[in-house]
T-cell receptor
Framework: DTGVSQDPRHKITKRGQNVTFRCDPISEHNRLYWYRQTLGQGPEFLTYFQNEAQLEKSRLLSDRFSAERPKGSFSTLEIQRTEQGDSAMYLC????????????FGSGTRLTVV | GIQVEQSPPDLILQEGANSTLRCNFSDSVNNLQWFHQNPWGQLINLFYIPSGTKQNGRLSATTVATERYSLLYISSSQTTDSGVYFCAVSGGSNYKLTFGKGTLLTVNP
């Protein structure tokens, strides 16, 4: 068990470009969550998957955002036509069902849109 | 949705001092967790404590669910305790977390 892995750790992109982030959860965890954190704030929920099914999306997740979890394993979060307001830390977490003790976060991907 | 308020927003201590961080929430919850975010952004799960009291070394936490608050105690603080402490709660079956704004703790040598 190597924890939750996120790639890349940092991404700098020009406004208007598309970016994709990857999250590899703990292998036996069936739930996977994406959160976004801006400077000085706590993380905010974006979306979550149970196995391969995306069960809930926050209204923060505009049409430019899409997330997938093919085969219930790793997940990707894509942002199309990035805007400066998308600059943030994107955090992934996984858990077994909804059990609190198993809620583990990755180190995050820091996105800077210039 | 559930509102989460943390206090104080900032706290500066000398090494060896004790501290108490508070988390108030606006509705009943089935999940409450305390996290420590280190300077590199990693969120470390400290406690899962929707009710009751738990202790782990120099840290302990108490949640009084009926009064909708939780406390995190740090004793004999060390410089490595510095960082942001978040309280996060959920009240639904999906266990998505709502975070407070955090308490920024600075422990000086």
């Amino acid at each position: 068990d190597t924890g939750v892995s996120q790639d890349p750790r940092h991404k700098i992109t020009k406004r208007g470009q598309n970016v994709t982030f990857r999250c590899d959860p703990i292998s036996e965890h069936n739930r996977l969550y994406w959160y976004r954190q801006t400077l000085g704030q706590g993380p905010e929920f974006l979306t979550y998957f149970q196995n391969e099914a995306q069960l809930e999306k926050s209204r923060l997740l505009s049409d430019r955002f899409s997330a997938e979890r093919p085969k219930g394993s790793f997940s990707t979060l894509e942002i199309q036509r990035t805007e400066q307001g998308d600059s943030a830390m994107y955090l992934c977490a996984s858990s077994i069902g909804g059990t609190g003790p198993g809620y583990t976060f990755g180190s995050g991907t820091r996105l800077t849109v210039v | 949705g559930i509102q989460v308020e943390q206090s104080p927003p900032d706290l500066i201590l000398q090494e060896g001092a004790n501290s108490t961080l508070r988390c108030n929430f606006s509705d009943s919850v089935n999940n409450l967790q305390w996290f420590h975010q280190n300077p590199w952004g990693q969120l470390i799960n400290l406690f899962y404590i929707p009710s009751g009291t738990k202790q782990n070394g120099r840290l302990s936490a108490t949640t009084v669910a009926t009064e909708r608050y939780s406390l995190l105690y740090i004793s004999s603080s060390q410089t490595t305790d510095s960082g942001v402490y978040f309280c996060a709660v959920s009240g639904g079956s999906n266990y998505k977390l709502t975070f407070g704004k955090g308490t920024l703790l600075t422990v000086n040598p």
